[in-house]
């Protein structure tokens, strides 16, 4: 409280953040706002997501527009509809002692009519969408002639959203004399023509990646073929029985099918995107916050609005188009304090992005493996075990005990656990009794990508000699002086390597290890037969092949598909049915539906 008073900000507004519970300022607000209440300054400030920025520049506008004037003074542009509702909202919460201010949010698919009517009556700040914005100034329904205050949120994603022409005839219609704040969780090179254009002589504000939004975040990656990525994501979710996730896919369709997927294999999922209603949205953000789903498949656009703190697990299904938004994905978990995990699913054409993301965050992946069938189950058996010592005994169940008990009495406590965890476990342990290895460390297997003309090398050093992917990676690139992407598909196993290069390089590589030594010790390398470009040529059509590879998976990895589950239609490369364990939720209470073949189910919302 009094660090907020420290700030400069007045009593109306200090009460109202001791109403919302706020202690101690966030770093972006200790620095933003005492330079935007003393100065009228335009701004340029760098913070990931969830640390604070609403209030940063929110506070600074409530303070220094005029509340009895009915002109409006602020506008805030911001990408999406939830997020101007969820801006709205807090400015009306942050200046609720300020009598006589309004506040009115802009956005599309809602009535325009009545947005002009509260403009008329008088708003003092509007928060908007760029498209809306746009439309409405063009009917003359919206005044921003005589604003003070312009403030640009999420700026990088209101520009790779495709704004910017919205963005730029918007600010046309304003003042020249006014304040820009510009606000962005990164700053790609858009961005920065953007302040350049719009602002002068900005005062800039970063806020270190030690924030509470990052430095919360824990970066892994799993490395697997493309075609066992939904088996991927499984096994991890069965890893995490108490996962709470936001899954990110690149396009609608891919949300789509990845949750309709997880929805017939027995999880508790749903879809977020674009093509749903805004009805349907907030129903699956009902759900999702109130955890009846534990995983929700996202693309990156509608997921600008979720605000759910809690969320365990990010899970980049497939890495943004963009490198610089898996910023905002990842900081969609670690929030309020809380650690989180934010998981990539690699194949091996793509994991070199990891070293870019790497930069981008600053902080270093961890490279992980899938776990083996044998550890899920494991950790599913412990967690049985615990949600057992956990649950409280419900006294409905009195009535019935003395016929239950009668039933199991000549039974030790030892032989009662073992048949519990029978009952429980018998299904999902010959489901995964046979599953294979889905990490591609330890096997040569090439994605589809790879039907370009590329070569495989072997070469004779390996971990051994201190060698992981990335350094000799880095190591060959440097000695062959080729491109970051030159080399790829690098393999590191014991004593010895594999890597690849487009067919062109082979000439190079040849040339330069034919009489080449390292530490005194004779470097070998020869062409490796099995290459991923023979493997993708033969038989015609590499998708075709993985495919029907993958349909071998199903049956290695499967075993659990009965009757009841339906054949999966294609899209798909391997992947088989969850074994759901009956009687088996998040809050230990037994499912209603729980029959004894435990079959697919999800739970009633
Ligand atoms: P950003 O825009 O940077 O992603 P928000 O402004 O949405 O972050 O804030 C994230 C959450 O943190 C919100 O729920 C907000 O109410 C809360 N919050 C903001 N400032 C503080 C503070 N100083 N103390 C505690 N909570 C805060
Ligand atoms: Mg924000």
Known sequence: ???????????????????????????????????????????????????????????????????????????????????????????????????????????????????????KKGSQIVVATPGRMKDMIGRGLVDISKIEYCVLDEADEMLNMGFYEDITEILSHSPKEKSTWLFSATMPKEVSTIAKKFMHTPVEITVGTKNVGSDQVSHEYYLVNARDRYNALKRLADANPDIFSVVFCRTKRDTQKVAEQLIEDGYNAAAIHGDLSQNQRDLVMKSF??????????????????????????????????????????????????????????SKSEVRKIK????????????????????????????????????????????????????LEDFSKEELIKKVFSVEFTRFLNYYKNSKDLNISGERNFSDEDAKDSTRYFINIGS???????????????????????VYKVDVKDSFSFFNTDTTHQELV????????????????????????????????????GRRRGDRNDRGDGGGRKGGFKKRSGGFEGGSDKPKFKGKSRRG?????????????????
């Not at 412990?382 to 005990?401: G, M, Q, R, V």
């Not at 060959?476 to 030159?486: A, E, F, I, P």
């Not at 530490?519 to 062409?527: A, C, F, L, T, Y």
């Not at 209470?589 to 919302?605: E, S, V």
């Open 1 to 119: 409280m009094t660090a907020f008073i420290a700030l400069g900000l007045e009593e109306n507004l200090l009460k109202a953040i001791a109403d919302m519970g706020f202690e101690t300022p966030s770093e972006v607000q200790e620095k933003a706002i005492p330079i935007l209440l003393e100065r009228e300054t335009d701004m340029v400030s760098l913070a990931q997501t969830g640390t604070g920025k609403t209030a940063a520049f929110g506070f600074p506008m409530l303070q220094k527009i005029d509340v009895k004037s009915r002109t409006t003074q602020g506008l805030i542009l911001s990408p999406t509809r939830e997020l101007c509702l969820q801006i709205t909202n807090e400015m009306i919460a942050y200046g609720k002692y300020l009598p006589g201010l309004n506040v009115t949010a802009i956005y599309g698919g809602a009535s325009i009519t009545d947005q002009a009517r509260q403009i």
């Open 289 to 346: 916050r109130n955890r009846q789903i534990q995983m929700l498949v996202a693309t990156d656009v509608a997921a600008r609005g979720i605000d759910v703190d809690d969320i365990t697990h990010v899970i980049n299904y497939q890495l943004p188009d963009e490198i610089e938004t898996y910023t905002h994905r990842s900081g969609r978990t670690g929030r309020a304090g809380k650690t989180g995990v934010s998981i990539v699913i690699v």
């Open 356 to 407: 870019s993301i790497e930069k981008i965050i600053q902080k270093q992946f961890v490279a992980k493996e899938i776990p083996s069938g044998m550890e899920i189950c494991e950790v599913q058996m412990f967690h049985l075990a615990n949600s057992i010592k956990d649950t409280e005994i419900n006294p409905e169940i009195n009535p019935y005990l003395p016929n239950i008990n009668e039933v």
């Open 464 to 486: 051994k000699d201190d060698f992981d992917w990335m350094s000799l990676k880095d190591f060959l690139r440097d000695l062959l002086q080729l491109g970051k992407d030159d």
């Open 510 to 545: 040849m040339g330069i290890f034919k009489d080449f030594k390292l530490d005194g010790r004779q470097i070998n390398i020869e062409i490796s037969k099995d290459t991923g470009r023979s493997k993708g040529r033969s038989g015609g059509g590499g998708r075709d092949r």
């Open 589 to 605: 209470a037994p499912r209603p539906d729980a029959k004894g073949t435990g079959g697919r189910r999800r739970r009633k919302g």
